[in-house]
């Protein structure tokens, strides 16, 4: 069974800095990733796919890279709005999440 | 554009059943596999269930299988979940979704406001 474990569980920068979250699988030969960021109240919205492929609407600032077992979703410039959970996924596992704070 | 409205949860008793319905609209339903995913207060989503598009075919997480059952009605575009020996860690908000991407990579990109189900005594 595959496990995805996200580091860190809580991330605490500023506006400006630079964001490094990152999904480890337990299986190694998974090929794909996806993120998502979830802010209170509300239902996940979905930031990457296919571990890199940001989805629509979604600035630029937000990157995903990465091959099985580890992948990494990096916001270059955080900006206010970015504060908020963000989950990695793939297929029918979810990681615990990471808090990025400010 | 798609729309996904989730209804029919509620409190409920331990034990007890409960079914839980998904009108859609703006996509071809018969066409999509659908899932739903649930996710319970203070924690991360949890996927629950499918049906595949190709024969309706089903799966569904360990934690539920044996007791839950997704369905789906094409003629009405509607998607359910029909819940029984419904336990205190059933309790979640419920999400239907549309599948996205392959069999093996999936992911999905429109979420509705999904329905809550709390089970206690």
């Known amino acids: 069974e595959n496990v995805l474990m996200q580091s860190p569980g809580t991330l605490s920068l500023s506006p400006g800095a630079r964001a490094t979250l990152s999904c480890r699988a337990t299986q190694s030969d998974i090929t794909s990733m996806t993120w998502y960021q979830q802010k209170p109240g509300q239902a996940p919205r979905l930031i990457i796919f296919d571990s890199s492929t940001r989805a629509p609407g979604v600035p630029a600032r937000f990157s995903g890279t990465g091959s099985g077992p580890d992948f990494t979703l990096t916001i270059s410039s955080l900006q206010s709005e970015d504060f908020a959970l963000y989950y990695c996924n793939q297929r029918d596992k979810f990681g615990q999440g990471t808090r990025l704070e400010i | 554009q798609v729309q996904l409205v989730e209804s029919g949860g509620g409190v409920v008793q331990p034990g007890r059943s409960l079914r839980l319905t998904c009108r859609t609209s703006?996509?071809?339903?018969?066409?999509?596999?659908m899932h739903w995913v649930r996710q319970s207060p203070g924690k991360g989503p949890e996927w629950v269930a499918v049906?595949?598009?190709?024969?309706?075919?089903?799966d569904y997480a360990d934690s539920v299988k044996g007791r839950f059952t997704i369905s789906r009605d094409i003629s009405k575009s509607t998607l359910y979940l029909q819940m029984t020996s419904l336990r205190v860690e059933d309790t979640a908000k419920y999400y239907c979704?549309?599948?996205?991407?392959?069999?093996?990579?999936?992911?999905?990109?429109?979420w509705g406001r999904g329905t809550l189900v709390t089970v206690s005594s």
């Open positions: 703006g996509f071809t339903f018969s066409e999509n596999s």
């Open positions: 049906v595949w598009s190709y024969a309706g075919h089903t």
């Open positions: 979704v549309p599948h996205r991407g392959s069999y093996s990579n999936w992911y999905f990109d429109v």
